[in-house]
């Protein structure tokens, strides 16, 4: 069965600094990784995907993802936070492009 | 263009009433998700279409949840006799094209959701 653990129900960087949120999954095939944000009161966004194309995945906003199959993650990185970069974030799996399994999502707040 | 767009936003019903919520997908796009996001947590699958075929049907918690779409555009997720563990944030996702599409055009797109409190 497919599942995804996020490391750090909230997370709190200073504006400027890296953002590092962590993401393991489980999944008995080669799978669909995402990160989707979440804005309060509103939908979920798709960050970036990874569909086994590359291993670095680069999203928008400045974000970007490595799928690591030896380490089973697929962590989300930012190289300098930005206040609009509050959100809840969430890491998710698919493996065969349809159902998505997501995980409890992290909190990120940004430190002025 | 517009996005997914659902109906109403907010919800609250009485315990044991019915409540239906209703989906409005980008139009065009074959496949339709719900899921159901509890508070403080992650949106969790509940049912999806390809069209007006319910392919999978494996999340809905009980059966007093149901889900149709009838003409393969609008979707309603319609719950009967509301319980308070129904209380939830549920979403709609729509895209372009059904699963195992080689392409990359499944991307699923999102609704605002609907905020159910049940009483």
């Known amino acids: 069965a497919q599942s995804v653990t996020q490391l750090g129900s909230h997370v709190s960087v200073s504006e400027g600094a890296l953002v590092l949120l962590r993401c393991n999954y489980s999944s008995s095939v080669p799978p669909y990784l995402f990160w989707y944000v979440q804005y309060p009161n509103q939908g979920l966004q798709l960050l970036l995907k990874?569909?086994?194309?590359?291993?670095l995945v680069k999203g928008i906003n400045g974000f970007e993802a490595e799928f690591k199959k030896s380490e089973t993650s697929f962590h989300l990185t930012k190289p300098s936070a930005h206040m609009s970069d509050a959100a809840e974030y969430f890491c998710a799996v698919s493996d065969r492009g349809d159902k998505i399994i997501f995980g409890k999502g992290t909190r990120l707040h940004i430190l002025p | 263009g517009a996005g997914v767009s659902q109906s109403p936003r907010y919800k609250v019903a009485k315990r044991g009433q019915d409540v239906a919520l209703r989906c409005d997908p980008i139009s065009g796009h074959v496949s339709l998700f719900w899921y159901q996001q509890a508070l403080g947590q992650g949106p969790e699958f509940l049912t999806y279409?390809?069209?007006?075929?319910?392919?999978?049907k494996s999340g809905l918690p009980s059966d007093r949840f149901f889900a149709e779409r009838p003409e393969g555009s609008v979707s309603t997720l319609k719950i009967q006799r509301t319980q308070q563990e129904d209380s939830a944030v549920y979403l709609c996702?729509?895209?372009?094209?059904?699963?195992?599409?080689?392409?990359?055009?499944?991307?699923?797109?999102f609704g605002p959701g609907t905020r159910l409190t049940v009483l």
């Open positions: 996702a729509s895209s372009l094209v059904g699963s195992r599409s080689p392409s990359n055009n499944n991307e699923q797109f």
């Open positions: 990874y569909t086994s194309a590359a291993t």
């Open positions: 279409f390809q069209n007006e075929a319910q392919l999978d």
